[in-house]
């Protein structure tokens, strides 16, 4: 986890950018961090990723429970919009891959209407599964994007970029998730006061019930992570744990990275 505000891991993907380095960014989330759990592929996606934010209240609460400091929530939808505008001043172009037909191209034009001067070089719904990985690789490198932001949705997204960013070279690429869809209108975000309130989980389900076996990771996560900080505390002396070279205060001993 990158202890970040959203500013600041604007700067950090930007830099990779420049760099000519490239990378994959994860917006980790609890359903993310329970799938993780039983899941040692996406496990070894997450460890090995360039930049890894909270995008979750319920990731923020969790650390602070265990006495990390996470100075905020980094969302996917954040975290694109701002890094689009930064990047387009700076002359990169971006490649929008994903969602549902159709979405990806409406997003394109919300994004140029809503951040004017913004460079999308191309877009496509494409297909997750491994065998049209070719095509999608072609058209990204056709378009000689920069940035590219994959939205099939979690984990999906997180193993395709890990499965091809090698095949492009200097690309920084996060997953999105639903961000598309919200970006084009197609699917309404939280009022903002939810969004703070860290219920913007019970919007979406609100609006889409067939979200409830997914949302059924939540208690889990929210039961582990109470369980978890109490066992920390309990334990006695604060220690320091090392959190992607910043050190922050934890009452536990380090422990691995997931």
Same mark, same amino acid.
């Given at each position: 986890m990158d202890a970040l505000r ?10 990779? #950018?420049? +760099? ?10 609890? /359903? ?13 996606? $997450? ?13 923020? @609460? ?6 990390? +400091?996470?100075? /905020? ?6 975290? +694109?919009?701002?890094? #689009? ?13 994903? &969602?549902? /037909? ?11 209407a809503r951040l004017p001067g ?6 496509? +719904? ?8 070719? /095509?999608?690789?072609? =058209?990204? =490198? ?18 395709? $970029? ?16 639903? !961000?598309?869809?919200?970006? !084009?209108?197609?699917?309404?975000? &939280?009022? =903002?006061?939810?969004r703070a309130a860290g219920l ?6 609100? #609006? ?32 320091? $744990?090392?959190?992607?070279? &910043?050190? @922050?205060?934890? @009452? ?7």
């Amino acid at each position: 986890m990158d202890a970040l505000r959203l500013e600041d891991a604007v700067t950090r993907a930007l830099a990779l #950018l420049q +760099s000519e380095q490239g990378g994959q960014v994860v917006t980790l989330n609890p /359903e993310i961090v329970m799938r993780a759990r039983r899941d040692p592929g996406l496990r070894a996606v $997450i460890a090995r990723a360039a930049l890894v934010t909270a995008d979750g209240m319920g990731i923020v @609460w969790a650390a602070r429970l265990a006495g990390l +400091s996470i100075p /905020e929530r980094v969302t996917g939808i954040d975290l +694109s919009e701002a890094l #689009l505008a930064r990047a387009a001043s700076l002359g990169y172009d971006a490649f929008l891959l994903g &969602a549902a /037909e159709g979405v990806a191209e409406a997003a394109a034009d919300a994004l140029k209407a809503r951040l004017p001067g913004v460079r999308i070089a191309g877009v496509w +719904s494409g297909d997750p599964r491994p065998a049209a990985d070719a /095509e999608a690789v072609a =058209r990204v =490198r056709a378009s000689g994007a920069r940035l590219l932001l994959v939205a099939y949705g979690a984990p999906a997204q997180e193993f395709w $970029i890990a499965r091809n960013l090698d095949l492009l070279p200097g690309v920084v690429a996060i997953g999105v998730g639903g !961000a598309l869809d919200m970006i !084009a209108g197609r699917t309404p975000r &939280a009022p =903002r006061w939810m969004r703070a309130a860290g219920l913007e989980w019970l919007y979406r389900l609100a #609006l889409d019930p067939a979200r409830w076996r997914r949302m059924l990771a939540l208690p889990a996560f929210a039961a582990l992570a109470v369980a978890s900080g109490a066992r920390a505390r309990i334990a006695g002396t604060p220690a320091v $744990i090392t959190v992607r070279g &910043a050190e @922050w205060p934890c @009452w536990t001993k380090p422990a691995k990275r997931i």
